[in-house]
């Protein structure tokens, strides 16, 4: 019966510490001290031992200008032989908050001569320096531990310090060395180096980063300088520079890091260095040692090469399409050959039933599951193209069927969604794209939500559904590129439909095809009604994106594209544009974007 008794006041007396603790916190948290203390002050009495019931209490009363009291209090923690050596700082530091510097350093210095006894003590002690910014006396316990024990590596720290007191050049150095050394991995270095360059490759600690790496390069010839000179050219947009350093890994690692180039050529692309990308895909089929990697280099090089094509290049394309179905046929391992040209017969030459010859004799192969479905998934679009929906809707179901929780599953419903769209059966077409809302694909997520609302409202506002049929054709149109046929259809809209809910739309479509023809100004006309006329409508914020693009891509006046995605950042926060709009703001003012 005692034990029982026993074990419930022990339960209560632990509930009614774990209160205090909570309240005392909590009141700290708010900055209400003068309750906080009350607490922090039982808990001390009850548990003088734990330190972290001490140290509340110090900085509740310090908060209160209390130095005294927490003086008091610290003095006797310090009597304990067992207490840890960062009191001393927290003592040295409560004369600091007096203004009393000497004093301050003198309990900082004995702080830093407690690691004579325990190299152990420098790790907490370090931390606790940088934790009140002073960083010379974290450097020193850091530096003094590693003397007195070989074995311990705080170096990282000491880079990190260095970063912070500016010394960026010394930082660079400690980095490097432990990248070289093996201790800390490269991707964790460059995310801490990342915060200190910048796009300009002018910038005095780019040159810095640079300085550093050469010397090291000269020093040592190790495709790790490669590596990261690679890496400060790309975040410098440099992407020529970049690929002088990948070929010279390249030929060091015998040929083992063409992933390394073919993510260049990427990035370079992505970025409209189209020339560099190009040289990069060439070179990649100069050396490949794999056929495969080869041909997926001469696609994407041929895939550059489209854009903006004239007609005497259409031909040469025409040309190297056929050479590279002559030369590697139609196998398992040329799928992405076979639906390239496909689409370039389909897209560019209008010749859809070549393509479609092309993509049912793909589908003869002993493919896999996703195999089969890329295939018919391209098959699908270019009998949509040639407006055969109801065998296309048959591929596509084919897809969402077997691969129902993928995302390419989940396109598949869309493409259903989409061309049952086209051809006007609306509300089979809503009953998809319910479904596909709640994509796990943001952005099929946000096109579904896009088109299930242009057919709801519209349908509503018109029993007859002609302004949305119209607008069916004329997004057909688009699709098969068939651009002015489809800014008339538009124009047919926006003249003989206005005030109705498909105004929006209808003027968004067209500016997105008059960007394309290179009628900017007439674009700029469109998104403005939008913005002018339909502030609050759900297209606004896609009216605001598209002006910003148009102004820093095609413009260059970058001072009319930070107006228009300041919009977005602070009108629009819910929009699918927020992240880039807030990343093009901060890079058109000249932030450092990581």
């Not at 991995?185 to 200190?196: E, K």
């Not at 550059?304 to 391992?333: F, R, V």
């Not at 109801?390 to 599953?409: F, P």
């Amino acid at each position: 019966m005692r034990f029982f008794i026993f074990l419930f006041v022990f339960c209560s007396l632990q509930t009614i510490v774990a209160q205090e603790d909570f309240l005392a916190k909590q009141y700290f948290n708010d900055g209400e001290f003068e309750k906080s203390v009350v607490f922090y002050e039982k808990l001390v009495k009850k548990s003088p031992r734990r330190t972290d019931y001490a140290t509340g209490l110090i900085k509740c009363y310090q908060q209160l200008e209390r130095y005294e009291d927490a003086e008091n209090l610290l003095i006797e923690q310090l009597k304990d032989k067992n207490t840890y050596p960062t009191f001393i700082i927290e003592l040295g530091y409560n004369y600091a908050l007096q203004n009393n510097s000497s004093k301050a350093n003198e309990y900082y210095q004995k702080a830093i001569d407690k690691i004579n006894e325990n190299a152990n003590f420098g790790y907490g002690l370090g931390l606790r320096f940088q934790k009140y910014a002073l960083l010379d006396y974290a450097a020193k316990a850091f530096i003094k531990a590693m003397e007195l024990n070989p074995q311990l590596d705080y170096n990282f720290q000491l880079a990190k310090i260095y970063g912070e007191e500016g010394q960026i050049e010394k930082m660079y150095t400690s980095y490097l060395k432990l990248i070289s050394e093996g201790k800390v991995s490269q991707s964790r270095v460059l995310r801490s180096i990342d915060d200190f360059v910048s796009e300009d490759a002018e910038n005095i600690n780019n040159l810095l980063l640079k300085k550093v790496l050469l010397t090291n390069a000269q020093k040592n010839p190790d495709p790790l300088w490669n590596e990261l000179l690679s890496w400060l050219f790309v975040r410098q947009k440099q992407y020529g520079s970049a690929f002088r350093q990948e070929k010279a890994i390249f030929k060091r690692t015998d040929g083992a890091t063409i992933e390394r180039l073919n993510m260049l050529a990427i990035t370079a692309s992505e970025n409209e260095d189209i020339e560099t990308a190009k040289e990069v895909y060439q070179y990649i089929i100069d050396n490949a040692f794999d056929e495969v990697i080869k041909l997926h280099a001469q696609l994407d090089f041929i895939a550059l090469e489209s854009l903006d094509a004239d007609e005497k290049s259409i031909e040469q394309i025409q040309k190297k399409y056929d050479q590279l179905i002559t030369q590697y046929g139609y196998e398992n391992q040329t799928l992405q050959l076979q639906v390239d040209y496909a689409n370039f017969l389909t897209f560019t030459q209008n010749t859809p039933e070549a393509a479609i010859v092309i993509l049912k004799k793909s589908l003869e192969l002993p493919l896999n599951t996703r195999g089969s479905a890329f295939v018919k998934m391209a098959l699908a679009d270019i009998l949509v193209y040639n407006k055969k929906f109801n065998e296309a809707l048959i591929y596509y179901s084919q897809i969402q069927k077997r691969l129902k929780n993928d995302v390419l599953g989940q396109n598949a419903r869309f493409k259903v969604a989409q061309t049952s769209f086209y051809k006007g059966d609306f509300d089979w077409a809503l009953t998809q794209l319910k479904v596909l809302r709640s994509s796990t694909s943001q952005l099929i997520a946000n096109d579904a939500m896009q088109l299930s609302l242009l057919i709801s409202d519209n349908s509503l506002e018109d029993s007859t559904q002609t302004a949305l049929k119209k607008y069916a054709r004329a997004d057909l149109l688009a699709y098969q590129n068939k651009d002015k046929e489809s800014i008339a259809v538009l124009d047919d809209i926006l003249e003989n439909h206005k005030g109705e809910k498909i105004e929006d739309e209808a003027l968004l479509k067209q500016g997105k095809l008059l960007e394309k023809q290179k009628e900017f100004q007439a674009a700029i006309f469109n998104y403005t009604k939008i913005i002018e006329f339909y502030a609050d409508g759900i297209l606004a914020d896609d009216a605001y994106y598209n002006l910003g693009e148009l102004y820093r891509s095609e413009l260059n006046e970058p001072a009319k594209a930070m107006q228009a995605y300041e919009k977005i950042i602070y009108n629009y926060q819910d929009s699918y544009f927020f992240p880039q709009a807030r990343r093009h703001f901060r890079e058109l003012r000249g932030d450092s974007i990581n």
